[in-house]
């Protein structure tokens, strides 16, 4: 993408489901769970950069011995950090008692991280402090073995301040407001409740206090604490935990906003927000790993036994279609037919705008997640070719010579790589975005590439607010000389906020928004935005479930044509020499494309929870009143 978005997080599960030994034996390090577990963040590290978080837990030790272990680092490569330092705890212990080197009990006893429950994460810290403190697992404590818990999550609760509230009416004192706080201290509420309602149970049974405690951990339903603890969320989330004694859960939110994905044979169970890195790491076939439904819960029970549980009733399945254009990982099989199909699918609008001049036209894109769509535009091309040569062959006959054959044949798509990311220079200048100079060079160009007068097409994933767009790409591209640059955008256009986990709040950075304000001056219709805005106020202590997205207003009154020709001309350079064409993919292609994740807020303002239409007007009432703050 030209303009860097910062997603949330990713996470990952693992639950071993042998005794350490096993592993030992059969893999030759009792390290295996460990080790799978920095596979699994490396393997989800595009969606986390700026953080990451390790935790386990240890079954069945002896009182008085540590059984949770964490480490969190927001270091420059925070993954490798964190496992640099678990590995040289390891070692160290291991040089200092080398008889723990084939003891595996020694060394659970001895040394931290090495559990059987394990869980990992990896974060973008999109909105306030990127402090140690907000790095994830939240870490719960109690004396009480059962009343520890630790928490991770892919997600963003729309409704914190609501929930805070709860939390105080049931008489705690939260430490902050932070979503990840308050949904840990809602669990550990209902957690502890359970607990003391087992507790009180097993006491009349005649069971001594010690002798309860094995029992409270088998009897525990997690389903229910879950239930109870997730009544009220509004959010889009896959909710990671582990409980001190061993049982873990991860939590999927109705709708099915946030992916999640589980394999399971008889020595492992893992979660992830991933698939393909669940295949990659354990070697196991595509079918093999499933989703998880929207709703539901995969829990592992401190004996190993795990279900599936619904927590909550399942809604009309709004998955996210954003985070399959841009955000997961395009090897896997789903999403890399869906982006090449993104790229086929735009095809026509780029015939339409280069008159149908495949011959003169030169077909490239913006590294690097637009690559696979960039592959399903150019077999279109070839497709549209082959027919065209198809029609020309048949319509000579049989006196078509030996020449003519060769030049209608030889006519194919011109296909290049134009522009060229300069990684270091951006990670550079990220600090400091007034350098305008700095930023017109963080992509480069393959000079000879486009001949004098060619229209140049050039595909992105998305274009959210254009600014690298206008300071660097379009500029650098001028420099070739074509006749005419088409910039390509193989999702549609991104006219609404995100709030459910992805760094897109604030309505005025989006270049749809300030192109549809743009005309509205021009049509002196500005009326019409006071009137949305004030339509908004009203709307600001009216119940969610009541509340409906007046932001849509804002663009009813143009077609998506005339706001992708503003935004050309708003990103057009001054002084640049070709002719800037913007094309959007259609919502309706993105639907073909992506049939089973139709979560398209962000196009259409269709927000999947009752929460999004509220922030969605807050982000308007603070834009018209110059607030440079998320509306959630």
Known sequence: ????????????????????????????????????????????????????????????????????????SIAQQPIQDIFAQINDRINTTLQEHPEYVDDVAAQKKNIPYIGEVLLGHVRYGTFGKNSIESVHPFLRQNNWMHRNIIVAGNFNMTNVHELFDNLIQIGQHPKEMADTVTVMEKIGH????????????????????????????????????????????????????????????????????????????????????????????????????????????????????????????????????????????????????????????VFPQILKAIDHDIKNTVFSYIPNTAETSFFGMVREAQNYLNKRKEEQILSIGSEITSQELHEILEVRPRIEKVAIKDAKLRTFITQDSSRDDLVTHVYDISYGSVKKGDNLVIIDDSIVRGTTLK??????????????????????????????????????DFIAFRAALALHEERKTMSHVEDIYNKCLKQLNTKDKDVINYVREFYAPFTADEISQKIGELLSPEDIKAEVEIIYQSVESLHEACPKNLGDWYFTGNYPTPGGNRVVNKAFINFYEGKNERAY
Not at 39 to 52: F, I, P, S
Not at 215 to 244: F, S, T
Not at 492 to 507: E, F, N, T, V, W
Request: charged residues 30%; aromatic residues 10%; positive net charge.
């Open 190 to 345: 209902f957690l502890d409740d359970a607990v003391a309602k087992l507790y009180k149970q097993i006491k009349k049974e005649g069971y001594t206090k010690q002798e309860a405690s094995p029992i409270i951990a088998e009897r525990l339903k997690v389903h229910k604490i879950l239930r109870r603890a997730a009544k009220n969320w509004d959010g889009g989330y896959a909710m990671a935990g582990l409980l001190g004694h061993g049982d873990a859960f991860v939590l999927r939110d109705p709708a099915g906003i946030r992916p999640t994905y589980y394999y399971q044979d008889d020595e492992v169970v893992v979660v992830a927000s991933e698939r393909p890195a669940i295949q990659t790491v354990f070697n196991v076939p595509y079918e093999s790993v499933k989703e998880l439904d929207p709703g539901h819960a995969i829990i592992v029970k401190k004996d190993g036994t795990s279900s599936i549980n619904q927590i909550l009733e399942p809604v009309e399945r709004k998955a996210c279609s954003f985070e399959r254009i841009y955000f997961s990982r395009g090897s896997d099989k789903e999403i890399y037919q869906e982006r090449k199909k993104l790229g086929r699918l």
């Open 1 to 72: 993408m030209s303009d860097a978005i910062k997603h949330e997080c990713g996470i990952s599960v693992i639950r071993l489901l042998k005794p350490l030994e096993y592993y030992k034996e059969k893999y030759g390090t009792a390290f295996y769970g460990v080790n799978k577990m920095y596979l699994m963040m490396e393997k989800q590290h595009n969606r986390g950069q700026d953080g990451a978080g390790f935790a386990s837990i240890k079954l069945d030790v002896a009182p008085g011995e540590r059984y949770m272990s964490r480490v969190r």
């Open 471 to 508: 300071k660097s790409i379009l500029r650098i591209l001028d420099r070739l000389s074509p006749k005419k640059i088409i910039v390509v955008s193989s999702a549609p256009q991104i006219r609404y906020p995100d709030c459910y986990g992805i760094d897109m709040a604030k309505l005025e």
